[in-house]
């Protein structure tokens, strides 16, 4: 037989290797709670640095809605993964949907209270005396933990059902829910100084917002959630560290955004996203308790059943790294 020289063997494994088929990336989809804005712009900036891609993974990103139930969707097998208020993650699962919360990429709750710094409203006790306009929702069951956690007499407190901001901007109610990492920015660029108060500062220890998928997928295919949780948190990581361009590019994804509003809202988001928690660990890890804190407040104020075991639909130890 000929002896090959050693430049002809290079040249046949090189022709072999470039016969043979790259890996396949993992296709998966991220179905967000709401339209896409600067509190996806952790996702946003995995997909765009490519940490997505460093892990096997080719995420498509994808926008909620008033009519798009991520819960629903990924339930469904529509979508791989998903965000939304704990709240729905939990109702979801008392409807049988068999839903696993594997993240939490905001630490801390933004849902309370938001008033014009006019009205005076500094602590709960404030609102004695004042009216309260609330939608039906996540921040309503936290606000109202919040106001018995701060002994507030409701008997002297007035409710009515309503939404947007002009109730508030036109004196007709003194606070009303909301999340107050983005609503008071809007008052604020209208002109209005704003005054918050957060549930998660009165003992209400509950999540806003958390990663999910099925569990048949965290099932079959633990090491794909490891891996986009991995992105993730880089994504996150990376977005805080440089904000201008994480503006930029979330605005490129939805160019309907006041720049100026995902700006501020950006840079108050960090206070939500980093924890003392997520020094220790990982971003976007979850803890337990949380949830258990979130169903308590749920049972009590929002309706939920009883009966369910809600540490049993978390899976911690996913977004944290292997020792």
Avoid at 136 to 158: C, F, I
Avoid at 196 to 220: H, R, S
Avoid at 268 to 297: H, I, M, N, W
Wanted: with cysteine.
């Amino acid at each position: 037989m000929p002896r090959l020289s050693l430049v002809s063997i290079a040249s046949a494994c090189t022709a072999i290797a470039c016969a043979m088929p790259a890996q396949a990336a993992e296709n998966i989809s991220l179905r967000v709670s709401w339209t896409m804005n600067v509190q996806n712009a952790g996702y946003i900036m995995a997909r765009e640095k490519g940490f997505y891609g460093a892990e096997g993974l080719d995420v498509t990103l994808m926008p909620g809605g008033p009519n798009i139930n991520s819960t629903t969707l990924v339930a469904s097998g529509q979508n791989t993964f998903g965000t939304n208020d704990v709240s729905a993650v939990l109702y979801g699962n008392a409807q049988d949907m068999n839903l696993v919360m594997v993240g939490a990429c905001f630490q801390k709750s933004p849902a309370g209270l938001l008033s014009l710094a006019s009205s005076g409203i500094k602590t709960p006790k404030d609102l004695e005396g004042k009216t309260i306009a609330y939608n039906e929702g996540g921040p309503w069951h936290y606000t109202k933990a919040m106001l018995n956690k701060a002994g507030v007499d409701m008997s002297r407190v007035r409710t009515v059902v309503a939404v947007g901001n002009e109730v508030l901007m036109n004196g007709n109610v003194q606070a009303k829910t909301a999340f107050i990492v983005n609503e008071p920015i809007a008052v604020e660029l209208q002109g209005h100084k704003t005054a918050t108060l957060a549930a998660a500062d009165y003992g209400v220890n509950a999540y806003a917002e958390v990663i999910f998928t099925t569990a048949k997928y965290v099932a079959e295919k633990p090491e794909v959630v490891r891996a986009f949780l991995r992105a993730t948190a880089k994504g996150w990581d990376y977005a805080l560290k440089n904000q201008p361009e994480a503006v930029a590019a979330v605005l490129k994804v939805n160019p309907t955004l006041n720049p100026e509003h995902q700006k501020r809202q950006l840079a108050l988001q960090e206070g939500f996203v980093r924890s003392d928690y997520t020094a220790k660990t990982a971003l976007c890890a979850l803890e337990p308790a949380k949830v258990a804190d979130s169903y308590q407040v749920l049972t009590t104020y929002g309706g939920l059943r009883t009966g369910m075991d809600p540490v049993k639909m978390v899976r911690a130890d996913l977004a944290v790294p292997k020792p």
